[in-house]
């Protein structure tokens, strides 16, 4: 009768089955690719980038900054936008904006980079689009910081404010 302890301690001992050590290889070199694969995509971006509502002193008086959700991406996102000046309302404005965040912005943004951005602004009953600059400093990996400079017959106007990253 041949007992577990014969079994157990034979001096025949088998070698591993070749399918097994291949499928160990083939385990191995996918987890490496998937690896390399993901350092290599694109940086994950969003549908929609929420900025809040800010304000900004200007001669005398204050100009409340107010934008849409701005939709689009990979690249460009679009939206609209309103500055109320208070109390010189006829110095209001309203029309459209649009920023470019490129892949490589993105992906220093994910790193928790400061970036610098552009875009446009055009008001409503104006064809010349204004030229903004952005300045965005992430605080966590989905908001942060934005420093917006809008330029202006009086000068730059500045509105710091905070965006978020939405519709995901």
Known sequence: MITSHDICHSSKRKKPQVWIVVA????VATTVLTCCAAE??????AKALLIEP???????AKANLFVTALKGGPEKYHGSYQIKVTPYFFK???????IDISNESWSRLNQGDAVLLKGIAIADGEKNP???????????SRNGKLK???????GTVVF???YRLGGD
Not at 54 to 60: N, T
Request: proline letters at 11%.
């Open 92 to 98: 209001s404005a309203s029309g459209n904006i649009s």
């Open 160 to 162: 710091n404010t905070r």
């Open 40 to 45: 290599d995509a694109e940086p994950p971006v």
């Open 54 to 60: 800010s304000s900004a002193s200007i001669s005398g």
């Open 130 to 140: 204004r030229t903004i600059k952005i300045r965005a400093n992430p605080s966590a």
């Open 24 to 27: 160990i290889h083939l385990f």
């Open 148 to 154: 917006i400079s809008v330029p202006t017959p009086g």
